[in-house]
């Protein structure tokens, strides 16, 4: 069970991951939609950066972070524990 939720934390942390870096993708990508027009027609204002999301504005990136290391936790101290290798 220790390496079962060993392996499911750092799973979950780095689906955490992802997503968090495809929503900044996003608004790179969007910001980049919003500015090419503005630039070609020399009109208006553009906004000086991209809106990046912060870690926690979504809440799945932050569920995915806590319960990654909070499986990971008990994964370490369940195999270390009951004195079960990794490997």
């Not at 969007?30 to 204002?45: A, D, R, T």
Request: hydrophobic letters at 50%; one cysteine or more; charged letters at 10%.
């Amino acid at each position: 069970m220790g390496k079962v939720s060993f392996i499911s934390g750092i799973v979950c942390i780095a689906l955490g991951g992802i997503l968090y870096t495809t929503e900044r993708f996003i608004a790179v990508f969007q910001y980049g939609i919003e500015v090419v027009p503005v630039e070609l027609n020399g009109s208006g204002s553009l906004p000086s950066e991209p809106n990046m999301p912060a870690i926690f504005d979504n809440f799945f990136v932050g569920l995915l972070l806590f319960l990654g290391l909070a499986l990971l936790a008990y994964g370490i101290v369940h195999t270390y524990k009951n004195n079960v290798p990794l490997k």
